[in-house]
């Protein structure tokens, strides 16, 4: 490759849509949201983020996503999971970073989705996430150590 040509990440695939989520931990607790009517997989709950836009790294698109969608600033920490999902109409390329919110002081609001919760390790599996999400959720139960603050 020559050195100024940009990596392949920088280079949308048209078939897949890159997403970047945040794992938002707090007292033990974290922060999930449902996705809005009329969309895709709309009413299922999800972990904040969004599509990633062109020339954007993962971590700026989370950043951005969220404070569109929460109205909140956050550091996003390590990358906790990636995986891709083919759903029959769309293939998603996902990326979970641990994040925290910048300011406590400020609470997520609904803006660009329906709801926001805060859910602990054992009320997790009372709401229903897109397939995508199904390994993700089963570390997370399955993982205290994930739910402590660093």
């Known amino acids: 490759m020559h050195p100024n040509t940009p990596p392949l990440s920088h280079f949308p695939n048209p078939g897949v849509v890159e997403v970047s989520a945040g794992l938002i931990f707090r007292a033990g607790q974290l922060l999930i949201t449902q996705r809005p009517a009329g969309g895709h997989l709309a009413g299922l709950w999800e972990f904040p ?19 569109e969608e929460l109205g909140v600033a956050v550091h996003v920490h390590q990358e906790l999971e990636r995986l891709t999902h083919a759903y029959p109409e769309k293939t998603v390329h996902l990326r979970f970073f641990r994040s925290t919110l ?13 709801a926001v919760a805060w859910v602990t390790r054992e009320t997790l ?20 150590s994930l739910w402590q603050v660093a």
């Open 102 to 114: 910048a300011d406590g002081r400020v609470e997520p609001r609904a803006i660009g989705c329906a």
């Open 125 to 144: 599996a009372s709401y229903e996430f897109p397939a995508a999400d199904a390994h993700l959720l089963e570390k997370l139960k399955a993982t205290a």
């Open 49 to 67: 983020g969004g599509k990633r836009e062109p020339g954007e790294t993962f971590e700026e698109c989370l950043r951005r996503e969220l404070h």
